[in-house]
């Protein structure tokens, strides 16, 4: 075996994005130990930094040490009880995937399904709701990676407390990149991944419950089925206070790269990052439009970092995906389920998210495209 050294890519897929240099620096400078006071105090502005990007002042806001799918599980684990009926949104992968998480901790799926590439539709929540008065919990995808939709969030969880449930909100993709109010939408339980428009790295899960979605975790019948997920026991760590209780050795220097992009985020004002990506997303629109590249999402549902667009007829998608990767080292993602092979997923998320970015790819996809 030798030293591996990766080629430099430009990461425009569906994740992850470009890490930025200054979260690489911060990641190799010397570990210290998870419980050091040093460390903890840097896990308390980590608290604060998530605080803001997620808008909420949820006591319980905290990174997962795991991916976002982790943050995904912590969320079903603690709130999902056997028998517990879920009304759970499917307008793409992440839908299932939300349904499979239901079924495995023994809860009862009621389906309410929508077009890839559509929001999801809020008079088919109401009415399976109405449907389900016994429901608890309505579990739905703010921004679908796999498609590029994007989803009423405030008006989804406005239908569920109406109908006196707690909501599960998936937040991957929009964390950062899109308006995000977790307060005040009243999002009861909610996970992101650092990956995507935090310019980080892979494999944290930032999560935030509000007192709501704690009260059920608090009144459950059966203990959580995940030792390491369970949150009354990793909340000893994460919880207030420089006295720490011992859970797991958190992954100590990428939780400096997720300090740094927290800081980062604070510098550059999260209502300007929701804007930068907004007007990053409308310029390469129009370059892609100009070369006749057209949209999977309809305009008002569309995600501005992941960009969803068909594949021109004739053209060899995993081909074309290839040259860009040898040639140019652009990375661009190919379409999941029923788009596989039908449409390109272009990510313009955090510090991927730049003007140089758009004019590369744009002009590697033309000249791929003429040849």
Known sequence: ??????????????GPSDVHP??????ARPTIGHLDPAFVGMMNETKEGLKYIFQTENE????????????METCFANLVEPGDKVVVCINGVFGMRMQEN?????????????????????????????????????????AETSTGAQSDAKTLCKIAHENDCITIVDAVTSLAGSELRVDEWEIDAIYSGTQKCLSAMPGISPVSFNERALTKVRNRKTAVTSW????????????EGAKRTYHHTAPVNTLYGLHESLVMISEEGL???WARHQKNHEELRDGLKAMGINFLVDKADRLPQLNSVFIPEGVDD????????NDYNLEIGAG?????????????????SRKENITLCLAALKATLEK
Do not use: C
Not at 60 to 71: D, E, H, I
Not at 102 to 115: K, L, M, N, Q, Y
Not at 320 to 325: E, F, G, K, N, S
């Open 228 to 239: 390491f997920l369970d949150l009354n026991l990793v909340m000893g760590y994460w919880g």
């Open 60 to 71: 319980l806001t905290m990174p997962v040490s795991a991916p976002g799918s982790a943050g």
């Open 22 to 27: 200054r979260i690489l620096s911060a990641m």
């Open 1 to 14: 075996m030798k030293s591996f050294n990766p080629p430099v890519r430009t990461l425009m897929g569906p």
């Open 271 to 273: 209502e300007n990052s």
């Open 336 to 352: 999941l389920g029923a788009y596989a092979g039908k449409v390109w997923r272009i990510g313009l998320m955090g510090h991927s």
């Open 102 to 142: 239901i079924t495995r901790f023994g809860g009862e799926a009621i389906v309410v399904e929508d077009a890839w590439g559509s929001a999801v539709s809020t008079d088919k929540v109401e009415q399976a709701l109405k449907e389900n008065p016994d429901a608890k919990i309505l579990a739905f995808v703010h």
């Open 318 to 325: 995993v081909a074309v995906r290839a040259t860009l990767l």
